[in-house]
């Protein structure tokens, strides 16, 4: 089974989301033959490479919330992260443009280790308090997870690698993918937002069953066949 996944690295249900798919998962009886693809979508394409503020006041500009409903808000969600055993800190997160912490997912993907490259940005944003827009960042989460520094340089200003990008945004789009998390099983079910464990867990057994309908139960034992049979 092949899973596709569209999220953003600034989007704080997307790590969230991870989380809990990730659960389902661990307890699925074939998550062996289960692969996934990171693909890559942006909440915001128009917000600068760096941005002179907090996220309160991000979200106030560009929502037209108020202060004090962005902090009841970002309470809320990082309740949620904490269920889930993230510890998210509002008040020391960078704001910044994902475009290029996108550019290292896809190098990321070419070398093999996506997933933990996946995982090393949303923890920079949401946990640490990195910036996903400085380069210097990216570098060192790609060698953390052994992309050498001149590859992640390179990729992320390659204009194939920001071809694939752009791919992804539109396959996004053709899909009618309006929000994320958003999960693709085998092209043929998908899971919007971040569900409880057991919703993944029934759209993975649910797409399981459907890709493979014959399911053996039991061993090996007595039949015959057009050579004849078991004695």
Known sequence: MHIDIWSDIACPWCYIGKRRFESALAGFAHKDDVTVTWHSYQLDPSLPRHYDGTEVDYLVQRKGMAADQVRQMTAHVAEQAAGEGLTYDFDSLVVANSLRAHHLLHVAARAGVQDEVKEALLDAHFVRGLDIGDDD????????????????????????????????????????IQGVPFFVLDMKYAVSGAQPAEVFTQALEQAWREGNPLQPIGGDAAACGPDGCAI
């Open 137 to 176: 960042v990216l570098v060192a989460i790609g060698g953390a997870a052994g992309v050498d520094e001149a590859t992640v340089r390179a990729g992320l200003d390659d204009p194939e690698i920001g071809r694939e990008v752009q791919g992804d945004f539109d396959t996004a789009r053709s899909l009618g």
